[in-house]
């Protein structure tokens, strides 16, 4: 299992040398995009509209928005510099507290925490405590480049961190739009719902549920693909046949160009060599 992060966790003076594995993946088909006339897939170009021209990673810098069309620029140096700050230090679990005490409103990603060499002993204490206590851990680390705050329980036999957002990233819920106020319900609409939601009421079992659209999906790309309804990309004319023919076009070109001027200057020499005759012939007339 890959590892996405590497520190270390703490609580009072207990300090556990972990790593962090993402729990879960995401499993959506990826569907390409591709030109429906020639079936190549299509690509995309960084463009700045600014100067209309395409633009490399190279030339690109982040930087921060305060006003309209004005900018803080940040550099890599900057940024490193207060990510390695902050990475470097150990996440230590703030409080205590109970799982039920917080909404699921504020859970974000999951991860696995594995001890690393010579954690063994302080993680299975701290998986013991979290147990025995049936609390859960909060703390704060930082995972690419942000700051999080973070839950530390115990999944099966396993620790789990949990991202949480922070409260100013949950939005108001009285921004909600159309929520009705609360309106006399009818004693009998109410008795029935209570009696559907008793009918349904079961224990929490996690692989009853299926992705039941992206199966049917799948399916429908293996019939397709095995009944041979595929289609194939153009490929592409190597680069240096395209060189070739630019040269060939280059140096034709080239050689109408020094046609002309050739012809040009005959011409021309021509010319002359008529107007010097002609001055000779008069210079003569005039002499006898």
């Known amino acids: 299992m890959h590892t996405v992060w590497k520190g270390s966790i703490s609580f009072g003076l207990v300090n556990i040398p972990i790593k962090l594995h993402t729990a879960t993946e995401n499993k959506d088909i990826k569907l390409r995009q591709i030109h429906k006339e020639c079936h190549t897939p299509i690509s995309y170009q960084k463009v700045c509209p600014g100067c209309e021209k395409e633009v490399t990673n190279e030339d690109i810098v982040k930087a921060y928005e305060y006003a309209k069309n004005k900018f803080v620029v940040l550099d890599d140096e900057d940024l490193e510099k207060l990510k390695k700050e902050n990475e470097d ?26 001890p690393d060499s010579g954690g063994g002993k302080a993680y299975s204490l701290l998986r013991k405590a979290l147990v025995e206590s049936r609390k859960i851990g909060v703390a704060k680390i930082i995972i690419r480049s942000k700051e999080q705050l973070a839950v530390v329980r115990v999944y099966e036999d396993t620790l789990l961190m949990e991202t949480i957002h922070f ?23 109410l008795d029935t719902a209570l009696m559907l939601v008793d009918q ?14 992206r199966t049917a999906l799948m399916e429908l790309i293996e019939e397709k693909k095995t009944g041979k309804q595929t289609v194939t990309a153009t490929e592409k004319e190597p680069a240096a046949a395209s060189n070739v023919t630019d040269l060939m076009s280059a140096l034709q070109a080239s050689l109408d160009k020094t046609k002309t001027k050739k012809t040009g200057t005959r011409k021309k020499k021509a010319a002359t060599t008529k107007k010097n005759i002609s001055e000779k012939a008069t210079t003569a007339r005039k002499n006898a």
Request: proline letters at 8%; aromatic letters at 12%; zero cysteines.
């Open 167 to 189: 409260p100013d990233e949950v939005r108001n819920v009285q921004d909600v739009p159309n929520v009705p106020s609360e309106q006399l319900v009818v004693q009998k609409e």
């Open 200 to 213: 349904l009421t079961t224990t929490f079992d996690p692989e009853k549920y299926t992705d039941e659209y």
């Open 89 to 114: 230090k150990a996440v230590e679990i703030i409080d205590f507290v109970k799982l039920e005490e917080i909404d699921p409103i504020y859970f974000e990603k999951s991860y696995f925490i594995a």
